[in-house]
């Protein structure tokens, strides 16, 4: 798929930032359940697949409904739009229209200067904060700080105007993200940074990038973000493509393909590889892997290495698709990291007559058309046989009254009815054949296209409450945390996922033979003390059952090595702690649901503890 993008206009960044740090977990109400705590560190939030579907380390069932936010893929090395908008009121106004994930398109140029300690630059960034503190004048007139300028203050330093570096103003940008209760995952766009890198076919051969480097710089992020989980997936590379062409001999080096060889340019051993050495670092990490182009019309015989030559009248040897769309691989040759398939997510990019006026819409399509026409073999089939989720990482258009609008309005009824993950192209209105959901100012929203987007979100049946992804942040200001919606919504109304339903999914088998058991469920022991005297709820040994509570649990399951009885943190959980805090199924150790329970005591859901 060809996107033209315009660079952002660059705006001279005069500015001044106070280094974001996440503010300490405070005691909330008592009658309050956790969703609305500034941040979540909890570390509690990593996601896992169990056939066709997301859970999370309860076995809950999530769903990622989303967009893209383009720019760390280009020469700017920053997300578009920070010249026209303070990066806050972006981010709010994302969450508050019901957009649980955003998908980063990212350069492996740009990973690379993170990794190797100097960071590539930023432009069309606009910060400023001026003066940044308060200046008393001659006469004891106060010019309060920021009074000339306060836009993006985050992204400059204490002198008021040295703009921070591209992953300094990346980690703020995470950091924010969890403030209001978004996730976020990268998809490497390109190897070099470029506004049209997504031409390029490979995931190496560009700026140096090999496929050795692509690797490590993946590892490096996922072992810097191995203790975030709003950072909780890595689309290995945006739409690997290319077609077998006119030539003879064995097929070229220099297009994306999906086989059994350990060919450097065999797309699926390539992802598998990188799976692995990510998963080692991170084993929580969502793995999304992307298709190619050409697939071989196997079923007769061909191969890679059959040229694109044949007889008039004879059968394409190939099937076509969208660049990076064409899973029928799987079926072939799936993907399977040593831990097993637990983290692994396989994305189509699907398009609409705007991009490219493709076969299938020759005629008066439907649903049906065009599963039969391409959906289906290319990669639906991979939700419909619970082989492994799906996650359509780009669709979008523009509105045009007519067949772009209606295979839009086809796609996402499809998505809803059948439990697909989702991230649309994209926020930025500067996508050539596109458009995005946002106008050139980064601010305002486009109403018809959101209108046509919005039922796509995740949110309860009849509240039409925006569900979020973190157990305890709720998603915006129109939104509620994934607690919330499991402790007061799911059983009642449900939520739109499979077309609504108030009968949520059942939780999945705790190991299968092709998934690791989630590492996070259980990581604290039960008290071997059978004399040992629980003061059931009061984890952290005050003598009452508050908030505090509960949020001490997550944070010993969530970060051991901190909050764990042998933690370095002075807060730590105790022996009696542990004790204390096990008061779902008491003998289990601690898991999320024990805070669940204490928060469901607290709310009076439930009348005692242990539940």
């Not at 702690?577 to 024990?594: H, K, R, S, Y």
Request: hydrophobic share 35%.
């Amino acid at each position: 798929m060809k996107k033209l993008l315009r660079a952002a206009a660059a705006v001279s960044a005069a500015a001044m930032a106070l280094t974001f740090a996440a503010p300490a977990v405070k005691e909330m109400p008592e009658t309050k359940i956790v969703t609305n705590a500034a941040v979540d560190d909890c570390n509690d939030d990593w996601i896992h697949a169990e056939g066709s579907r997301l859970y999370d380390m309860n076995g809950n069932q999530v769903w990622l409904t989303g967009a893209n936010w383009f720019g760390l893929n280009c020469s700017e090395n920053a997300p578009h739009g920070l010249y026209a908008t303070d990066v806050d009121d972006f981010l709010q106004g994302v969450a508050d229209h019901g957009i649980n994930v955003i998908r980063f398109p990212i350069s492996s140029e740009l990973l690379l200067s993170w990794m190797n300690g100097d960071p590539n630059p930023v432009s069309s960034v606009q910060a400023s904060y001026n003066p940044p503190q308060d200046v008393v004048g001659e006469d004891g007139t106060i010019t309060p700080a920021g009074k000339y300028g306060n836009i993006n203050k985050d992204f400059v330093g204490e002198d008021g105007k040295t703009l921070k570096n591209s992953m300094e103003i990346f980690d703020i940008i995470i950091q924010k993200c969890k403030k209001y209760g978004i996730k976020a995952f990268i998809d490497i766009h390109s190897p070099d940074a470029n506004n049209s890198g997504h031409n390029y076919e490979l995931w190496y051969g560009k700026a140096g990038i090999t496929t050795e480097l692509w690797i490590d710089t993946l590892v490096w992020l996922a072992d810097k973000y191995k203790n975030d989980d709003t950072l909780i997936g890595y689309d290995l590379k945006n739409e690997p493509h290319g077609k077998r062409g006119y030539t003879e001999g064995p097929c070229p080096d220099n297009i994306a393909k999906w086989d059994n060889t350990t060919d450097e340019n065999n797309w699926k051993h390539a992802a598998e590889t990188c799976a692995n050495a990510i998963l080692e670092v991170n084993p929580n990490a969502l793995i999304i892997i992307e298709g190619v182009e050409q697939y071989p019309k196997t079923e007769l015989g061909y191969t890679y290495d059959t040229a694109d030559i044949w007889e008039a009248g004879d059968a394409s040897p190939w099937h076509g698709a969208w660049w990076g769309g064409n899973l029928r691989g799987v079926k072939d040759y799936p993907v399977v990291p040593e831990s097993g398939t637990s983290q692994i997510i396989y994305s189509p990019h699907d398009y609409g007559k705007s991009v490219y006026a493709q076969t299938w819409f020759d005629k008066d399509f439907t649903t049906q058309t065009l599963l039969d026409d391409y959906w289906y073999d290319t990669w639906a089939y991979i939700n419909d046989q619970d082989i492994a989720p799906l996650l359509i990482g780009e669709w979008g258009g523009h509105m045009d009254n007519g067949d772009n609008q209606k295979w839009m309005e086809l796609l996402r009824d499809y998505m809803i009815n059948n439990h697909i993950n989702h991230t649309f192209w994209c926020l930025n209105p500067n996508s050539g054949d596109t458009g995005g959901l946002l106008g050139n100012d980064f601010k305002t929203w486009d109403d018809k296209k959101y209108g046509l987007f919005e039922p796509s979100l995740w949110q309860t049946a009849s509240s039409g409450k925006y569900i979020g992804l973190d157990h305890n942040v709720a998603l915006g200001k129109n939104g509620i945390s994934l607690n919330e919606y499991y402790t007061s919504y799911a059983s009642s109304e449900g939520s739109n996922i499979d077309g609504g339903s108030t009968d949520p999914q059942p939780k999945p088998p705790v190991t299968t033979t092709t998934t690791k058991p989630q590492p996070t469920t259980v990581t604290t022991t039960a008290p071997t003390d059978p004399d040992a005297k629980a003061d059931y709820g009061d984890a952290n040994c005050d003598g009452t059952v508050g908030l505090s509570d509960a949020i001490l649990v997550m944070q010993a399951i969530g970060n051991p090595d901190a909050y764990g009885v042998n933690g370095t943190d002075k807060s730590r959980i105790t022996k009696q702690g542990e004790i204390n805090g096990d008061v779902n199924a008491p003998g289990t150790g601690l898991t999320n649901q024990d805070s669940l329970s204490i928060q469901k005591y607290l709310l009076k859901l439930i009348t005692k503890l242990p539940e």
